[in-house]
């Protein structure tokens, strides 16, 4: 148990402030939420429409920028101070093209959506508010290259400060351009958009800023030089982060074929269901930090040359992500319908979002299982059958498996139910097969060095 204990004190020391700067990007998101619920159904209906079908596309982009953190973290752990600079220089280039394609698609491929059999009300409200936010998301994912590289330090501190000052700043943003405060127009949930564009850029300068002046980043001497793309260094980051992109982006497709499967049976079940799958990844946030924590030990670890406690290290965040897990199931049966009434005053989506809080409760479980080993997995750079366990177990089953249920059922249609059952399928089959990779990779590196492989 005090092995136990102490490698937990590094997931802490790591993983609180991770633990916060995922907490704040989940108050950004809460609060477009509540605040463009609080303004109509409608005005909800568009920004879950519009990021059901852009989120995922995003988070693949920026997942291929979350590579660098195992490799900052293996450089690091070797000691190995200006190729990270260097890696750091060359990976900026493609964080540019990316962020460039992101502001295109967001804006040009809005207009998409008015081909969705969906009130023209709710698809225009979305394309506008993809509009709004389009330029946000290429400051984002420069943003993210500069938070990634810190975190692969082990330096989560500045990101959570960056992120936690961001998410405060949204919260008025919102209000007056949602609502029209300060002689500026009512915007509905377009307001939003602006609100995140504005902040994006932001978190970059100040990001920025801070890898700039702050002494802890000085050893890698990141703006010593300047070095142009690297295919080499782009390959690498493909090769590693275009999985783990790839990944998110089944994962979150899933979420979002959930709306869309959803979408013809109302705006208050389409409502309620992001309530309560909000509310869900914002307790997630917990086990996500330990996971995101894993990725930095274990690569710092085998950076040392550490397999074996590499190996322990690994077992220690999957437990650690099972105990946050208990803790978010016993959370929201408590207090379900209590953080449901933060969220929305129509009893029509209170009513669905109660009803689902109780199934958000059950996939915890699955769902910090197989972060505690997505994470730890990423430290070994091992990304590849971490996608393909996620399209077997999302896309294969999870989705057209909800479909059947919502529509036909076992006996008869089950409605929103039926998609958030088989959401749960989907998890636990992830958590089984990810779960079972983890041992077997981390047993791996022990055996190819001839260390004794001990069990856990």
């Known amino acids: 148990m005090n092995k136990f204990f102490n490698e937990s004190k590094y ?19 809460a609060t477009d939420t509540i605040v463009a619920g609080r303004a109509g159904a409608d005005q909800l209906a568009g920004l879950v429409i ?50 460039l394609l992101l502001v295109i698609i967001f804006y040009f491929g809005s207009q998409l959506l008015i081909f969705l059999p969906i009130d023209e009300t709710i698809t225009s409200i979305s ?30 501190i500045p990101v959570f400060i ?30 939003c958009g602006y609100a995140t564009t504005i902040v994006s850029t932001l978190m970059f300068v100040a990001m920025l800023g801070i890898v700039l002046f702050s002494k802890s980043y000085k050893k890698n001497k990141l703006f010593s030089r300047f070095d142009g793309p690297s295919l080499k260094t782009s390959m690498e980051v493909f090769k590693l982060g275009t999985p783990i992109g790839f990944g998110i982006f089944v994962e979150l497709s899933m979420y979002s074929g959930a709306a869309i499967i959803l979408a013809p049976l109302g705006e208050n079940v389409v409502s309620g269901h992001a ?29 040392e040359k550490r397999y074996i406690d590499a190996r322990y290290s690994s077992k220690v965040s999957v437990y650690l992500c099972l105990i946050g897990a208990l803790f978010n199931m016993t959370l929201l049966v ?14 029509m989506v209170f009513s669905v979002a109660s009803h689902l809080i109780v199934f958000a409760a059950i996939f915890q479980i699955p769902d910090g299982i197989g972060m505690g080993s997505l994470g730890a997995l990423r430290g ?77």
Do not use: C
């Not at 249609?413 to 981390?442: D, Y």
């Open 127 to 156: 394309i506008s508010y993809l509009k709004a936010i389009s330029i946000g998301m290429f400051f984002y994912i420069l943003y993210r290259l500069l938070s990634s590289y810190s975190e692969g330090l082990t330096l989560t």
């Open 380 to 456: 070994y750079k091992d990304t590849f059958m971490t996608m393909v366990f996620i399209i077997i177990a999302y896309w294969v089953f999870a989705i057209p498996f909800g479909y059947y249920l919502t529509y036909y059922g076992i006996n008869q249609p089950m409605g929103e139910s039926g998609m958030w059952i088989s959401m749960i399928v989907g998890l636990t089959i992830f958590a089984t097969l990810i779960s079972r990779r983890l041992n077997k990779i981390s047993g791996l590196h022990a055996v190819i060095r001839k260390e004794k492989v001990p069990q856990f």
């Open 334 to 347: 408590t207090l379900g319908d209590k953080l449901i009434s933060l969220y929305t005053t129509d009893l």
């Open 50 to 99: 519009a990021n059901s079908f852009t989120y995922p596309i995003f988070m693949f982009m920026a997942g291929i920028i979350f590579s660098v953190i195992p490799i900052v973290a293996q450089l690091n752990g070797a000691n190995k101070d200006l190729e990270i600079g260097q890696k750091i220089r060359e990976v900026f280039w493609l964080a540019t093209l990316l962020g």
């Open 11 to 29: 997931f802490f020391r790591i993983g609180f402030p991770m633990l916060g700067s995922q907490l704040s990007f989940m108050i950004m998101s």
């Open 162 to 191: 960056v992120v936690f000052m961001g998410a405060l700043i949204n919260i008025p943003l919102d209000i007056i351009f949602v609502y029209g405060y300060f002689g500026l127009p009512e915007m509905g949930g377009v307001g």
């Open 275 to 303: 309530v309560a799958l909000n509310i869900a990844s914002i307790v997630f946030m917990l086990p996500l930090a330990i996971g995101l924590a894993a990725s930095t030990r274990v690569g710092n670890l085998l950076g």
